[in-house]
Each structure stands twice: as structure tokens, then as C-alpha cells.
């Protein structure tokens, strides 16, 4: 089993609807989460930190779910900026695991 | 502002040639760099682990004597591409964590290499 699994997508949703995307991984002992944007040929930015209280920020929730061990981002109303490569990013003990990334295309 | 700095950010060479990309950590002491390829349509992939002072740390596949890595400052680290061909056209990208816990990578602009 993969460390970190994404759906690759592409997810296509139109301008305004609300997508979520989830991140599953196996190493129970993974200590810090994230989620990056990436635009084509540009390097991954930091979206956000993923809490498992759940963190807001805008139009973007992020959620950690130690149990069932996975993340999980929700953009609500999405634009047409959007449209990028989201991957979630997992550390731990110096160790740095990537998801595949999710792509997403939001569409007028 | 920029935490990472990345350069060049694009770099077209002929084969047989070699490439150095630097990657400068401008906010902040960095003992430990990564450097990541991707490939079109495809992920990020960890290529080594720059260590200050010390040998980088390759992972499975990534030939050390092909890809050199020198972090001889705490805000420096260089990849050199060595006699490069067109199967190492690629994207390059440096990043760094700053500090320890939760802290998240930051990411160089990245170093898009054609050879031809």
C-alpha cells in the first residue's frame, strides 16, 4: 500500500459548487499535515495546515481524521482560479511524504 | 516575500553539458534542503536530501554521481545536473523546512530543464 493515496482526477465542477477531495495514508505515526495548490509548471504553495480540530480559512476547510487516517480539503463556491493540482503532504520522524496530487478544474 | 530562491528558473542546455541550479534559503538558517524532480503530468518526487556539511542523502535511483548536491553554507545548497541528456529534462525543485515540529516546506520557484 502507497503512503499517501489521491485521486488523481480531474475533478470537473462548475463555477460555484462546492468540491472535497481526501487524502488516505498508512503510517499511523505521521505527525504534521498539509495542503498544497500547484499551478502548472510552478512549484506546490502552502494552502494550508490541516488540524484534526479542523482549520478554516475562507472558502477552504481542511480536517484530519486520525481514525480512519485520512485529510480531506472542501472548497466551497469555487472559481475559475481554483483550477489547480492540490496535494497533501504528510511528515514525520524527517520524512517527507507527497500525495500524487488532485486535480481540479472548475469551469464557467 | 520569498522564503526560498530559486535559480536559474528556466535553463535550455545541450547534451553532454552540465547544469548548476542553486537554492538559497533567505529568511532563515537551513542545515537540511530537499531537491524534487517532476516529470509532466506527474508527481513530485524526492530525488535527495541535502545536509549541510556532510554528503547528501540519494533516494533508491537517483545517481549520485549524475546529480551532485553541495550544501556548504547554511543558506545554500546546489544541484549540479552532470553531463546531462534529454531524459533529465525535467522540472527541478528545492525546498526547505524551517525549524522543527509542525513547520511547513517551503518551496523554490523550481528550475524548468530542457536538454537537447
Known amino acids: 500500500r502507497k503512503e499517501v493515496e489521491q485521486d488523481p482526477g480531474p475533478f470537473n465542477v462548475p463555477e460555484g459548487a462546492t468540491v472535497a477531495f481526501n487524502c488516505t495514508y498508512s503510517n499511523s505515526a505521521s505527525q504534521s499535515f498539509f495542503w498544497y495548490r500547484q499551478d502548472c509548471r510552478k512549484e506546490p504553495k502552502l494552502l494550508m495546515s490541516?488540524?484534526?480540530s479542523g482549520n478554516e480559512d475562507g472558502r477552504f476547510t481542511a480536517q484530519l481524521n486520525r481514525a480512519s487516517q485520512y485529510i480531506s480539503l472542501l472548497i466551497r463556491d469555487s472559481k475559475l482560479s481554483d483550477s489547480a493540482t492540490y496535494l497533501c503532504?504528510?511528515?514525520?520522524?524527517?520524512?517527507?511524504?507527497f500525495g500524487t496530487g488532485t486535480r481540479l478544474l472548475v469551469s464557467p | 516575500g520569498a522564503v526560498v530562491s530559486q535559480h536559474p528558473s528556466w535553463v535550455i542546455c545541450k547534451s553532454g553539458t552540465s547544469v548548476k541550479i542553486e537554492c538559497r534559503s533567505l529568511d532563515f538558517q537551513a542545515t537540511t534542503m530537499f531537491w524534487y524532480r517532476q516529470f509532466p503530468k506527474q508527481s513530485l518526487m524526492l530525488m535527495a536530501t541535502?545536509?549541510?556539511?556532510?554528503?547528501?542523502?540519494?533516494e533508491q535511483g537517483v545517481e549520485k554521481d549524475k546529480f551532485l548536491i553541495n550544501h556548504a553554507s547554511l543558506t545554500l545548497s546546489t544541484l549540479t545536473v552532470t553531463s546531462a541528456h534529454p531524459e533529465d529534462s525535467s522540472f527541478y525543485i528545492c525546498?526547505?523546512?524551517?525549524?522543527?515540529?509542525?513547520?511547513?516546506?517551503?518551496f523554490g520557484n523550481g528550475t524548468r530543464l530542457t536538454v537537447t
Open positions: 503532504v504528510l511528515t514525520g520522524f524527517q520524512k517527507l511524504v
Open positions: 490541516v488540524y484534526s
Open positions: 525546498s526547505v523546512k524551517p525549524g522543527q515540529g509542525n513547520s511547513p516546506l517551503h
Open positions: 541535502s545536509n549541510e556539511g556532510s554528503k547528501a542523502t540519494y
